[in-house]
């Protein structure tokens, strides 16, 4: 204890020493130690105390806005700046700082006021000021103020750093590059760490597009500048102009991490990701950057150039659209407009846009080929000859080009396509392409003579290749010359054994000659070779289907899937065939796997939606209908296809619907306006109809077509007798489903029963089985008391869908007339199970309880049933009856009162019930 009593006062002696605080004037001197010992951080923490300990402190207040701004950090130097100026702090010192500290934050307007309001300044400290204030001047696009400050400045002093750099500025924005290089260099060689002299380096660097020269000035700025956020920008697009894109990244990245949603700095990031394929996050970034604020042509067109490149076409298609106006005739983003426009089957616009273009070269020959091709699909000839007439401006060097160009004018009828293909031969004689496309050309045009001359020709050059034999064998069976066609095929079979096209001619042979076994050789041939040819694959399906072996016939396809998965044409082919074998659901399978696309054909989405059709997946039918048009809008076939999907399922207001879209997408199209009419009488809009008709050509309106239209009409309107010829005729000229149906109301309309039932009987025998025609039979039977051909067709009619209500409640109904009340109840009970809140099944079911003597449990069935349906007098009758034989007076006194018809055989039957109460 004493020790440490003894020892305590000089620990609080020392502790109280150690404690003392120094002064403002000491740590701001300790900050300028540190500051000349390049220990910034250090004194910026001692300025700082400074600060803390005397708040008015100007001369602290200067040293930390002196600090913050040589290291770049503007905003905060301009408020200890500014502070330090209303503190009484000398001018002199504080205004070039504050000037720069502008300066970095591009605060233009404000270093003006600055300078314009400085006085009393030094000569030198003016001449910096008005450096600033010509940057300044430069950057509002203010040159003639810009010049006048440097003419000042050089009235002061010419030798000034500043009036130097001043003067190299102006020489740059006089476009006096070589110039403006000279003064900078020298005022480097005098002042190498002036940031703003490297800056201007940097940029006269980037001018002359020495982007390594760039590089390496605006790594000086940077290492001057630090804190300057710009100087990272900077720095980051000197490295990708110099392709230096990794260190580019690095900067554009730390800087993401302080803001991550600024546009340019996302627009730099995704050109960085695109240069390094990277395209997933080169959208993202891309995005980023159009939705904060840079949504402008270029980064548009990168964008879509991104998007492109993902395989993302709708998109790539909106961002390339949206720019289509703003770029010039000849701008390389049209052929990749009308690239992604094909892409998406709008073919017609890939055609304007290629049309509209100027500057084509043969480069553009493949778009320009395949354009070609999809107007060829969609028979738009006329567009295509105006397509083709944008070749004559390219000047064509390449065979290759030459070749494609003359294939391209032979699909479109132009016979000119020869000469381009001969031109081709001339300047390359060994041009597949061209030999095989020109022998082609004859072949299609009946020159077989030339033909048969260009592949002896060939065969006597090439005598091993194969080509050469099988275009003569075409050419030579076109002319009826047989033996020489096979002796052709022959002797490429001698060459190539496995040769697909040489067998093929032996397995069509065996076809026609109705021995489909004979050519199964053949195509084994061919698949134990190339085990994904396609033809050979779809012929051995189909004949080994025609011989019973379907499964067998499906193995080459399994096959070939299974060693090519991804192969969308095998995978098509497949459940194209599974379809074919009513395998619905596994064909279904195969095509799920599939993302819809408008590459796929019309087979795609065709087999698809029957197969979703066909096991009943209704929803799944109309929407993958709807999915199509969207896919496709401008697929005539995919709006065709969903208006008869919505016919198939009764949807007749839909299809109507569908087929006033189909008016406006395809206005020259009259099938859409004949649908139209077809609909509208459908849907009893006769007036519409009419309307719709009025608007075809007389053409169609005098074709078996259109008065078929107009019997439709008439029918409708009640005139049965005039609509009826029309009808017939129409049927006659095409016997579909459609028309009997129209033609047997014409025969009902006339009260000609029996005539409609033998009409749809025939058309029956005649074409595909139709449920729809097996009830209208029926119907017809049962207007014609003719009770046994009614059961007869709904007894087919269950055959083909056991659970048909209207065919088992009806079939139920004549059994009650032909006193079969254990029958009746078979079928009724069944229709009742499937759907036992619908009124008329409710009596039909309970009824047939009631004659089967079970008439307690009908009592609560028939109660439901007029709950439902109070307004159906028939159901109460039967009610009544029920009510009746089990002694229930009151209870039927009650209803009778309540049941009203004008019906003579009810009113009757009422009658006869009320005088037994």
Not at 222 to 227: A, G, I
Not at 558 to 563: M, R, S, T, V
């Amino acid at each position: 204890m004493k020790f440490t009593l003894k020892v305590l006062p000089v620990i609080v002696t020392l502790a109280l020493v150690g404690c003392s605080e120094p002064t403002p004037d000491e740590y701001i001197a300790e900050a300028q130690v540190k500051i000349t010992q390049d220990q910034t951080p250090a004194a910026i923490i001692l300025i700082k105390n400074a600060i803390q300990a005397d708040p008015k402190n100007p001369e602290a207040r200067y040293l930390l806005g002196k600090v913050y701004v040589e290291r770049g950090a503007a905003e905060a130097a301009e408020k200890e700046l500014t502070r330090a100026l209303e503190l009484g702090y000398e001018p002199n010192d504080v205004l070039p700082l504050l000037a720069k500290a502008y300066n970095l934050q591009y605060k233009n307007q404000q270093i003006i006021d600055l300078v314009d309001n400085a006085k009393n300044i030094d000569p030198v400290v003016e001449t910096s000021l008005l450096l600033y204030q010509t940057l300044a001047y430069f950057a509002l696009d203010k040159p003639a103020k810009a010049k006048q400050a440097v003419a000042i400045a050089n009235e002061i002093s010419a030798e000034s750093i500043y009036s130097q750099l001043g003067s190299a500025y102006l020489s740059m924005s006089d476009k006096q590059l070589g110039d403006a290089i000279i003064k900078i260099e020298t005022l480097l060689s005098l002042q190498p760490d002036l940031p703003e002299a490297n800056l201007l380096k940097a940029q006269l660097a980037t001018l002359n597009k020495d982007f390594a020269g760039a590089v390496t000035s605006f790594e000086k700025y940077y290492e001057l500048l630090p804190e300057v956020p710009q100087s990272r920008i900077f720095l980051a697009i000197a490295y990708i102009k110099n392709q230096q894109f990794e260190l580019a990244e690095k900067h554009l990245d730390l800087l993401l991490k302080i803001n991550s949603t600024q546009p340019f700095l996302n627009q730099l990031k995704g050109l960085v990701r695109y240069q390094d394929a990277d395209f997933g996050q080169a959208k993202i970034h891309m995005e980023l950057a159009i939705q904060n604020g840079l949504d402008n042509v270029p980064n548009r067109v990168i964008a879509g150039i991104i998007a492109t490149r993902l395989e993302n076409y709708e998109q790539a298609y909106r961002y390339l659209e949206s720019v289509q106006e703003e770029v010039p005739d000849e701008h390389p983003t049209r052929g990749l407009f009308a690239a992604v426009a094909l892409k998406l089957g709008y073919n017609m616009v890939a055609t304007n846009t290629l049309i509209g273009s100027v500057g084509l070269t043969e480069n553009d020959m493949p778009i320009l080929s395949a354009a070609s091709v999809q107007l060829l699909r969609d028979g738009k000839l006329a567009q295509g000859k105006k397509l083709l007439s944008k070749f004559d401006s390219i000047d064509f060097t390449d065979p290759m080009k030459i070749a494609q160009k003359g294939l391209v004018r032979l699909s479109l009828n132009d016979l000119e396509g020869i000469v381009d293909l001969k031109k081709a031969l001339s300047l390359n004689p060994d041009l597949n392409a061209a030999n095989v496309g020109l022998a082609f050309a004859y072949i299609n045009n009946g020159l077989y003579a030339e033909a048969i001359e260009l592949g002896e020709k060939w065969i006597l050059e090439n005598p091993d290749n194969a080509e050469g034999y099988i275009l003569t064998g075409i050419a030579y069976s076109k002319t009826g010359q047989n033996e020489e066609s096979e002796s052709m095929y022959r002797s490429a079979l001698k060459i190539d054994k496995s040769n697909p096209a040489a067998n093929l001619y032996y397995v069509d042979k065996a076809v026609k000659n109705k021995q489909p076994e004979i050519g199964l050789p053949y195509l084994d041939i061919i698949l134990n070779s190339h085990p994904t040819n396609m033809a050979a694959l779809g012929k051995y399906f189909v004949i080994q289907h025609q011989l019973g072996n379907t499964d067998k016939g499906l193995v080459p396809l399994l096959k070939a899937i299974n060693e090519n998965p991804g192969t969308e044409k095998i995978n098509l082919l497949y459940a194209q065939a599974l379809f074919t074998s009513k395998r619905f659901i596994e064909s279904i399978e195969t095509l799920e796997k599939m993302e819809p696309s408008n590459r796929y054909p019309n087979e795609f989405w065709i087999v698809l939606g029957n197969s979703y059709f066909f096991t009943g997946q209704k929803d799944k039918a109309l929407n993958f209908s709807q999915t199509w048009v969207k896919t496709a809008p401008l697929s005539k076939l995919a709006h065709l296809r969903q208006i008869s999907i919505n016919e198939e399922y009764g949807n007749l207001k839909r299809a109507l619907e569908l087929s006033k879209t189909g008016q406006v997408q395809f206005p020259n199209d009259p099938q859409f306006t004949v649908l139209a009419v077809h609909f509208s009488v459908l849907n009893g809009e006769l007036t519409a109809a009419r309307a719709n008709f009025d608007l075809l050509t007389t053409e169609i309106k005098s074709s078996n077509l259109g008065q078929g239209l107009e019997g439709q009409i008439l029918l409708e309107s009640g005139d049965a007798v005039n609509a009826f010829q029309k009808l017939k005729r129409f049927y006659e000229d095409s016997p579909s489903d459609r028309n009997a149906t129209f033609v047997a109301k014409a025969f009902k309309y006339q009260q000609k029963l029996a005539e409609a039932i033998s009409f749809l009987k025939e058309h029956i025998e005649n074409g595909v089985y139709n449920i729809s025609h097996r009830r209208q039979i029926a119907e017809l039977a049962i207007g014609n008391n003719d009770y046994e051909e009614a059961a007869l067709q709904y007894f087919a009619v269950l055959e083909r869908d056991g659970n048909d209500l209207r065919a088992l409640n009806n079939l139920a109904n004549i059994m009650i007339l032909q006193k079969s009340p254990v029958k009746a109840l078979k079928y009724a009970q069944q229709a009742f199970d499937i759907l036992p809140d619908n009124a008329s099944i409710m009596d039909t079911y309970a009824y047939s309880l009631h004659l089967n003597g079970e008439t307690q449990q009908s009592l609560p069935i028939f109660r439901k049933a007029i709950y439902t349906d109070p307004s159906a007098t028939e159901i109460g009758v039967h009610y009544l009856e029920a009510l009746l034989a089990v002694g229930q007076i009151d209870k039927a006194k009650i209803l009778i009162a309540s049941l009203k018809t004008d019906d003579p055989a009810l009113v009757a039957k009422i009658a006869e019930i009320q005088s037994k109460i």
